[in-house]
């Protein structure tokens, strides 16, 4: 496996946990860069380079921030995100992989691109419910906003410095476990 690969690999995994946060973000980041020739797309995927698909994701994108910061609607969008994150998360992945096998960038896109997704958008959409039966929701704008920072960040940091970015995606993950655990004894109690 060459450095090529492996950055690829680094780059999907940490564009796949920023879709655990929000879906169309580390999208509409991958499409930015595309479109700027920053980073390669695997062939398929080239579309994702084009205007049209950094305008629709870019609008997406700040529809669905904003979309978080609203009591109620927050969770009807986990409702929907948690099984949506996993789908993000694997075609985010599968378009970064360059120079694999289909079988071999299919099946890393699934197990780590929507695995890493899917974690961190059931931990935080978890967050979210027991943050909302303890608070009656008024600090789910303020984890709104803190999501959508990550998601934003960890998509810069994954682009410019991959191997950073999975780094941070896999502590991220384990700190979102931890908060979990942490404001559910605290509610439970």
């Not at 998509?155 to 410019?160: F, P």
């Not at 410095?161 to 780094?167: A, T």
């Amino acid at each position: 496996m060459n450095i090529e690969m492996i950055l690829s690999v680094c780059l999907g995994v940490g564009l796949a946990a920023s879709a655990g946060f929000r879906l169309f973000v580390p999208l509409f980041a991958l499409s930015l860069a595309a479109y700027f020739g920053l980073i390669p797309l695997n062939d398929t995927w080239l579309w994702l380079g084009s205007l049209s698909a950094v305008v629709i994701l870019g609008v997406a994108s700040v529809v669905e921030s904003i979309s978080y910061l609203v009591p109620v609607v927050d969770n009807l969008l986990d409702t929907i995100a948690v099984p949506l994150a996993g789908v993000a998360g694997t075609l985010v992945m599968a378009s970064t992989l360059a120079d694999f096998s289909p079988a071999t960038t299919w099946a890393l896109a699934i197990v780590a691109g929507g695995g890493a997704a899917t974690a961190i958008k059931t931990t935080s959409a978890a967050t979210r419910a027991v943050s909302t039966v303890g608070t009656a929701g008024t600090i789910n704008p303020a984890i709104g906003m803190v999501e959508t920072g990550a998601a934003i960040g960890l998509s810069a940091v994954s682009i410019v410095f991959p191997i950073i970015g999975m780094i941070i995606a896999v502590l991220g993950i384990m700190l979102l476990i931890w908060l979990f655990v942490r404001l559910k004894r605290q509610f439970s109690k």
